[in-house]
């Protein structure tokens, strides 16, 4: 029996002025907003396609993902509607719609395809009541760059119409090929339903000894893990690797259904929201623990009794244990990339391996290019992302199996191998507080005035006296990236105080949100001497309000470092610069 063509529809709309990807092609809105707004999701994505030359976009393959959070469903039927309408040839989608970020980009990698749609959040809640977001990955497998980004902004800018297949209908829980005729195409459009995990476990298997965590995880030695997937995309992939594949039992895994809303948890892996696995590591019973975000690109470590390992150290320590892993073995460490708030411990590390550490703005999307040309190996940042040249995105679930490569090789607890880390390299004591619900125009001016007063002549040198310790302004700046790959110049990423033993104070916006804008303040002090190395990071507890000129009433909510220069620094600039409502009225 002869199907009937489905018929490729034209449809009328009008352009918003809010569409601009927040960095790396990703725009992120409250789900209500996608729901509400008239055409706002069709509008998003047909800006997107379009930004794809129309040579290149027809008959290509791209791969579709989501982390499972509420609305993904329905926008994942509108994203293959527009897909065969716009020209795409294939999709490939994970079965259910879920794939994680990190196998998504692989994924494009393997079939060569032209780039993805990830419907996520990231570590934003989900529900009716949460975030929702459309991130564009490139034929890379990466982030969009920012030029990619700015074409569809340009776009959304302008746009009167959109095409869509409003009769297609895909089962996204049947594995396999569908295919279906279109109204004046050629070639029936195909959608193929993978398995989610499949092809980024063969990838994990080329790249880790699995025998050697299997060992560790079910030998005579075996320690017990407890893994958190936070109900967001990983549940699938650490049942199917760490349980089945490595044998780690199936309660080590806990929260392991993708819920839309996370069970009414933020998936955000630290320690203020993976709060049930922190409290299981405390008890001593496990002698490693690890949670994921929704989208399973982020991740956090935990040793016995709840010894936690900040983001920048389990980076340094990562590339400081490289000859655990099989694939740099092969591969070999030509240079590592961090993102400029990231301590600097990676880069003790890189002196004495002899590689060189990019700096870049924050932005997976800025690690690409350094990966690509064969610059980098091993990149991170201080939000609990970590990856290497694998893949072209951060990846979670990556970390956890070379930390426990590094277990099992090292035959050492979480704590005993940070602390030899420490007592190696020296210890960075570092800490990022974050400022939140700024109105932008506040933001701004803070920011603006901030950096009249850190780029004076009189600020450089100063001194700061903190109990016994000293603290000279050695440099201040405006951080400008230049990309060594192809000379692009990226400027206004965050201020810095660095002081002349290292320690560094930096102030950045971060551009998450549309409504309101986020001040992050981070803090690092170098610390050489072991005897040292004991110290909380944040000791005690401060708050400094802040009146806006709108009557808006917030708090910065900082902690006592260690040393407490940092804090008394941070303290003070913010005083000076918010204190000044003239330059808000």
């Known amino acids: 029996m002869e199907r009937t063509p489905i018929p490729v529809l034209t449809v009328q709309t009008a352009p918003y002025e809010d569409q601009r990807p927040t960095g790396g092609g990703g725009l992120r809105r409250p789900t209500g907003l996608f729901e509400s707004q008239r055409n706002y999701l069709p509008n998003f994505v047909q800006s997107l396609l379009s930004s794809v030359d129309l040579r290149d976009r027809q008959g290509c393959t791209m791969v579709v993902g989501s982390d499972g959070r509420y609305f993904s469903r329905a926008a994942i039927e509108i994203v293959v509607q527009m897909a065969a309408a716009n020209g795409i040839g294939r999709l490939v989608i994970g079965q259910n719609g879920i794939l994680s970020t990190p196998a998504v980009s692989c994924i494009i990698r393997k079939i060569k395809a032209a780039g993805g749609i990830i419907l996520t959040a990231s570590h934003s809640p989900g529900g009716p009541g949460g975030e929702f977001g459309v991130k564009f990955e490139v034929a890379n497998g990466g982030p969009a760059p920012d030029a990619v980004s700015d074409k569809i902004y340009q776009i959304s800018k302008t746009l009167e119409e959109y095409t ?10 049947r594995l396999g090929r569908q295919e279906f005729d279109l109204e004046n195409k050629f070639k029936p459009f195909r959608v193929e339903i993978v398995d989610s995990v499949d092809i980024y476990l063969n990838l994990l298997r080329n790249i880790f000894d699995f025998n050697a965590i299997r060992n560790l995880l079910t030998g005579p030695n075996q320690i017990k893990i407890r893994i958190d997937a936070m109900n967001g995309v990983m549940g699938p992939y650490v049942r199917r690797i760490l349980c089945d594949e490595l044998g780690a039992p199936a309660n080590s895994a806990i929260n392991c259904v993708p819920l839309e809303d996370f069970g009414g948890q933020r998936p955000d892996p630290n320690l203020t929201y993976a709060t049930a696995l922190l409290e299981a590591m405390r008890g001593g019973e496990y002698g490693f623990g690890a949670a994921f975000d929704a989208d399973g690109d982020r991740y956090m470590i935990l040793g ?27 591969m070999g460490v030509r240079g590592f990339g961090r993102s400029m708030p990231t301590s600097t411990a990676l880069d003790k590390v890189a002196k004495v391996m002899k590689v060189p550490v990019y700096e870049t703005p924050t932005g997976w999307r800025y690690f690409s290019n350094l990966m690509d040309s064969g610059r980098c190996s091993l990149c991170g940042e201080e939000s609990f992302g970590t990856g290497s040249d694998h893949l072209r995105e951060k990846d979670g679930l990556w970390a956890v199996l ?25 210890r960075h004591y570092y800490c990022r507080f974050d ?3 700024l109105e932008p125009r506040t933001a701004y001016f803070i920011m603006r005035d901030l950096e009249a007063l850190i780029t004076d002549k009189s600020f450089s040198h100063q001194q700061f006296a903190v109990g016994n310790n000293i603290y000279s302004v050695e440099r201040t700046d405006s951080f400008e990236y230049i990309d060594p790959v192809d000379g692009t110049v990226t400027k206004r990423q965050g201020l810095r105080i660095i002081f002349s033993d290292a320690s560094r104070l930096i102030f950045r916006m971060s551009a998450s949100s549309h409504v309101r804008a986020t001040l992050r303040i981070y803090a690092e002090s170098y610390e050489k001497d072991p005897s ?31 040393p407490e220069a940092v804090n008394f620094i941070s303290a003070a600039c913010w005083v000076r610069v918010s204190c000044l409502p003239r330059t808000l009225a």
């Open 532 to 562: 040292q190395h004991n110290k909380e990071p944040q000791m005690s507890q401060k708050y400094w309000s802040f009146t806006d000129t709108c009557g808006y009433k917030t708090e910065l909510h900082t902690g006592s470092h260690t």
């Open 435 to 437: 400022y939140e619900a």
């Open 304 to 330: 016995q009794n709840g010894f936690f390992v900040n983001a920048s150290d389990s980076l340094a320590i990562i590339a400081a244990n490289l000859s655990c892993i099989p694939y740099f073995c092969q």
């Open 164 to 173: 869509i297949c409003p009769d297609l209908r895909v089962d996204l829980s």
């Open 402 to 426: 070379v930390w426990l490569s590094i277990l099992a090789a090292r035959k050492q607890s979480v704590e005993e191998i940070v602390r030899d880390h420490w007592a190696k390299f020296g």
